[in-house]
């Protein structure tokens, strides 16, 4: 969005779309009172038949080619007394809510949901929501509607491909993806363009299905089209992969030690996939070097240091696998304290003692990057202790260690303020959370097993007992009571050691913005990261409120724009990507069970009430249950055919972005109901995640960003939305839970 030097766009777009609907006037099912239509004519949008009239059914045809014909203008008269004039005459004169329901867009035939009341209403198809009503003859004016109501019309969905990617099969195995479009004038008549690779894959014309089996692995453009029986045409070029049999893999487990002021050479492995292979290495340490085509690893390390090397390898077909590697430069003096330390629970001392081996003691210890826990010390011989705050962090720094010889060693250091035991209250359950590697360490010997006793008004009961899980939910607890959790380690040599406990409290939960201690609520409740591109970033004075609690959004033609009310994370043209936020739940959880799991808000708006102009801000989400292990959501875009795609229309969007759909106004946790943009984590994969607590929204920016086949992400640039600062860039405006 716009330019913060600029007058603030928003609001004048949306004081000319609503007028008088910042009042209670037309929110919900409100009419204006008192007003009662005139004698014009109810419009419909002319099609192939210049000048005819026509019924409700075709009043909205579309061009031959799919589009809307703005230009065109029949008019029919009141005394036609057609179905939808007739019922917004009785909705508005009458306030009969009754009267408007039923009512669909144009070239919608089926709906998985409905929400939003009156004019506001949208449905839901194929994951998107449309509004029913498009205002754009009365410029988004609720006033002019009831004044007018032969200006109201239904709105028209372009005929558009709404499926993802098709995704990835298998040689040798018979292989079936159906398409599906939205929009037009059904039925359809689907075709393929066939391209080098395709020849075994055949596409239904009727039902769009696609189906065949290769032999071989096939990395395929897909090119596809779609017909509606008013001659619309809609068309995506997808991505065909039929993966090998063997996964793509870095079999490479060690890196060979480098010597101080000598050469280095050492070549990375793989299996699997389609070579050829494309190979990169991100590391703090400008030293190592990666040959993309052989994986060669080089450098010259004038410093005795471990350096970890993230190693990316992605083969012909895209698919992309990542290792963490440690590449060891010595001189005879190493630091043996591993990279990861033993967590520091919050609130409490902390004390760990650093090991170096070779070279000739004494050892002196001393950080050279990064920084501490405030009020920590480091000592000369090599000792770390504070007492860690009641925030759980993360914080990363530099050790060096010398030898009495003058030698030196440096090592990156990673330490975690985390409770060894994670309770979460929600909804008459708990999320729980431990991390069995920390605290084998933290034990100093190897685990056999953890267990997790609770002791509540039901007294106590073990609620898990053994090793290869770190969380559950622990279900059917009582609103109202406070249960205490106790993990305790079990170790190999027999040892039963107590490690963490934690008391919560199960909260009464509402839709209504929480109380702490008192009430919870389904939404995020803690800002814990906040990363725009600008310090002059939109709303950021009104944060954690404008972004904790419910959606500011009051309904379709009404969403959120005030500073108080969300706050922007910036996109740039040719800045790459925009700026992040990073939200905690705190008071609930979003447990990931069957269908939708969450739901995010931002202010999409439909420029002057017309459905056609939806402006939308993307950005890709990721979750997490510890920080620092975050799993990002696919995104697929769907570009046309031919040309650059058309950036209001949702369905190029395809797959995993938030900033597409626009609230509702509705039960905000029930997501076919309340608009925005719901996610379902099974599509990320995981099998070990119940739930989580953490989650990461990025703004896209323009170009910047891939999706699963490579195609670049487009962003619009109307309104100055790539201008780097202001409200440029997604509008976040709420978080809620739907499985909490």
């Not at 019309?153 to 599906?180: C, H, M, W």
């Not at 090991?355 to 002196?364: F, I, M, N």
């Not at 994969?685 to 487009?714: C, E, M, P």
Request: charged fraction near 20%.
């Amino acid at each position: 969005m716009p330019n913060s030097r600029q007058p603030f766009w928003k609001l004048i777009v949306l004081s000319t779309l609503f007028v008088s609907a910042l009042g209670a006037a037309y929110v919900g099912f409100q009419s204006a009172g008192g007003s009662h239509p005139n004698d014009s004519a109810l419009r419909g949008k002319n099609g192939k038949n210049s000048g005819a009239k026509r019924s409700t059914g075709d009043l909205h045809a579309p061009k031959g080619d799919g589009t809307i014909d703005e230009d065109k203008d029949d008019s029919l008269e009141p005394d036609s007394e057609t179905e939808l004039y007739k019922r917004l005459k009785k909705f508005f004169s009458e306030k009969d809510e009754s009267a408007l329901q039923g009512l669909r867009p144009i070239g919608i035939s089926q709906i998985e949901g409905e929400g939003g009341k009156g004019l506001n209403r949208q449905v839901k198809a194929n994951g998107k929501w449309y509004p029913v009503f498009d205002l754009g003859k009365v410029g988004g004016s609720f006033d002019d509607a009831a004044a007018n109501p032969g200006m109201v019309d239904l709105t028209r969905v372009p005929l558009s491909i709404t499926s993802a990617n098709p995704p990835r099969g298998k040689v040798n195995q018979a292989y079936s993806f159906r398409f599906e479009a939205i929009g037009g004038l059904p039925p359809y008549h689907w075709s393929m363009q066939p391209t080098e690779g395709t020849a075994g894959f055949s596409l239904d014309q009727a039902s769009g299905l696609l189906s065949g089996v290769s032999n071989t692995p096939v990395t395929a453009t897909l090119n596809i089209f779609v017909a509606d029986s008013s001659n619309g045409h809609a068309s995506t070029s997808f991505s065909l992969v039929i993966a090998p049999e063997t996964p793509l893999a870095i079999t490479t487990t060690m890196l060979p030690v480098a010597t101080v002021g000598e050469p280095y050479h050492a070549v990375l492995t793989a299996e699997g996939g389609v070579t050829p292979y494309e190979w990169t290495i991100s590391t703090s340490n400008g030293t190592w070097m990666c040959d993309a085509m052989t994986g060669e690893i080089t450098g010259n390390p004038t410093q005795a240091e471990e350096t970890s090397l993230t190693v990316t390898l992605t083969d012909n077909q895209r698919t992309t696998v990542q290792k963490i590697l440690s590449l060891n430069a010595s001189n005879g003096i190493d630091i043996v304290t591993e990279t990861q330390l033993p967590p520091a629970a919050p609130n409490n001392r902390y004390t760990q003692s650093f090991e170096a081996s070779g070279g000739s003691a004494p050892y002196t210890w001393k950080i050279v990057d990064g920084s501490l826990p405030d009020g920590w010390t480091f000592s000369a011989e090599g000792l770390l202790t504070g007492v860690a705050s009641t925030q759980e962090a993360l914080y990363d720094f530099t050790v060096e260690v010398t030898d009495n010889d003058g030698q030196t060693f440096r090592k990156s250091m990673h330490l975690a303020v985390i409770e060894a035991l994670v309770a979460i209250p929600s909804r008459e359950r708990a999320g729980l959370a431990w991390q069995p590697e920390s605290l084998s360490r933290s034990v100093g010997a190897a685990l056999q097993g953890i267990s997790i006793q609770r002791n509540g008004p039901n007294g106590k009961v073990e609620v898990y007992r053994g090793l290869n899980s770190t969380n559950m939910v622990d279900r059917n607890l009582t609103t109202g009571a406070s249960y205490e959790y106790t993990l305790t380690a079990h170790t190999v040599d027999g040892r039963a050691v107590p490690f963490g406990a934690t008391r919560i409290k199960i909260l009464p939960m509402s839709l209504q913005r929480g109380v702490q201690g008192t009430r919870g609520d389904p939404f995020v409740d803690r800002v814990r990261a906040f990363k725009p591109l600008s310090v002059s970033a939109y709303g950021t004075a009104g944060l954690p409120f404008n972004v904790t609690g419910p959606p500011d959004g009051r309904s379709t033609y009404n969403p959120a724009s005030a500073q108080t009310e969300v706050v922007s994370l910036n996109a740039k043209l040719g800045g790459g990507l925009g700026g992040t936020i990073t939200l905690e739940f705190t008071d609930n959880i979003v447990e990931l069970g069957d269908g939708l799991d969450f739901t995010i808000f931002e202010n999409v708006f439909f420029d002057q009430g017309r459905p056609q102009k939806r402006f939308m801000e993307p950005a890709v989400v990721e979750v997490a249950l510890f920080d620092g292990q975050w799993y990002r959501f696919p995104i697929n875009v769907n570009p046309p055919v031919n040309g650059e795609p058309v950036l209001t229309n949702p369905s190029y969007y395809a797959q995993g972005f938030a900033g597409v759909n626009g609230t509702t106004g509705d039960k905000v946790d029930d997501p076919n109901r309340s608009g925005g943009d719901s996610f379902d984590a099974n599509a990320l994969g995981i099998s070990n995640l119940t739930w989580i607590r953490f989650i990461r929204i990025q703004s896209t920016g323009h170009k910047a960003l891939r999706d699963l086949n490579g195609t670049l992400v487009y962003h619009t640039d109307l309104l100055g939305a790539l201008s780097g600062v202001g409200s440029s860039g997604f509008d976040l405006d709420a978080v809620c839970a739907v499985n909490y």
